[in-house]
């Protein structure tokens, strides 16, 4: 089993910067590809960001590029997301999610339905 627990959420002003952290235990963190997926009121949940296991590939929702970072320290077990630049329509539940895949080179955008593992999500909302 993995557990993912997500941090960093809160109220923040258009323009402003939030980081989230999610800290996970229980099998080889290093292995994983791990992702960040959001879900606004009313909408399907989407895919953010995604890492591999070494943080020397990256992939990026279209809506968040330029503006969004995520990055991880397997030493720690923990993956980041580190959001500038952030705009209303940012405003969602941000879930961390696992997937248990080794990759060198992470190809494309993510489905949900791919996860293993999922955390509970943080709430970030952004204020005009």
């Known amino acids: 089993q993995v557990q993912l627990v997500e941090s960093g959420g809160g109220l923040v002003q258009a323009g402003g910067s939030l980081r989230l952290s999610c800290a996970a235990s229980g099998r080889t963190f290093s292995s994983y590809t791990m992702d960040w997926f959001r879900q606004a009121p009313g909408k399907e949940r989407e895919f953010v960001a995604a890492i591999n296991w070494s943080g020397r590939s990256t992939y990026y929702a279209d809506s968040v590029k330029g503006r969004f970072t995520i990055s991880r320290d397997n030493a720690k077990n923990t993956v980041y997301l580190q959001m500038n630049s952030l705009k209303p329509e940012d405003t969602a539940v941000y879930y961390c999610a696992a997937e248990l895949v080794r990759r060198t080179v992470v190809p494309g955008p ?19």
């Open 110 to 128: 993510r489905l949900a339905r791919d996860m293993d593992y999922w955390g509970k999500g943080t709430l970030v909302t952004v204020s005009s």
